[in-house]
């Protein structure tokens, strides 16, 4: 049996391609976040207006599902095992192999017109190897959520695996997927990701606040169409 070749750690020249690690996988979380909060946002508001969303149910249940597997596909390339991509797990094996790049001269040569520097430093302190073997753990196929994430990405997601043709029970019973599950590899890839961000320029990103105005003015136009009729 063929063993499965691990990822390792990318190579980079300057401190801007390692930059452009960082703000590679930032865009994904955010593109992963925004999806996957539209999908739950949309998802309330359709059981809070019920009657109006049966009055576009194909629609607004497929304009929801397309949201959630668009979110799916980012989180997806996230934790993806495969060698030869670009993942969070082969972004932390770079941490890992180059430390030189986490240590304080280094960081404050980055950020040499910055009058705050020193202190932001000294606030973050030195790189933690415990926590980047914890965190390097988590975004691999060990965790449990991961290597269920892997299934569905290698069965269901990317490819059309033919052991599922005819498989008898739900595949989502043998590999569940929950909502919960999704919203902690998003959460934690903020958390992962903006750690390593600090700890290379100081720098901590925020993620955008949304409004979900306009979503909600979609269900309450449909409470004044000529053809909404409430229930009684």
């Known amino acids: 049996m063929a063993r499965t070749k691990q990822s390792g750690p990318l190579t980079f020249a300057t401190s801007e391609q390692f930059a452009k690690f960082v703000r590679v996988l930032w865009d994904e979380l955010y593109w992963a976040d925004v999806y996957y909060a539209i999908f739950k946002e949309g998802s309330r508001l359709a059981k809070r207006y019920e009657t109006a969303f049966q009055h576009a149910p194909f629609f607004l249940a497929y304009t929801l599902r ?8 980012y989180v997806h390339r ?11 797990r082969r972004f932390l094996l770079t941490v890992r192999k180059n430390p030189r790049v986490f240590e304080a001269d280094a960081v404050r040569k980055r950020r040499i017109n910055d009058p705050s520097a020193d202190r932001l430093i000294k606030s973050i302190g030195p790189l933690d190897q415990e926590q980047l073997e914890r965190d390097i753990e988590f975004c691999s196929d060990k965790n449990p959520k991961v290597r269920i994430l892997k299934t569905w990405r290698d069965r269901i997601a990317f490819h059309k695996d033919k052991r599922e043709l005819f498989r008898q029970k739900p595949f989502e019973q043998d590999y569940p997927l929950l909502f919960g599950d999704i919203d902690i590899l998003i959460d934690r890839g903020f958390e992962i990701l903006n750690r390593y961000s600090e700890y290379f320029d100081t720098t901590l990103r925020t993620r955008s606040l949304r409004e979900w105005k306009d979503m909600e003015f979609v269900f309450q136009a449909l409470t004044h169409h000529p053809d909404f009729r409430p229930r009684v």
């Open 66 to 73: 397309a949201h959630c597997q668009t979110a799916l596909v």
């Open 78 to 88: 996230l934790y993806d095992q495969n060698s030869e991509s670009f993942n969070l």
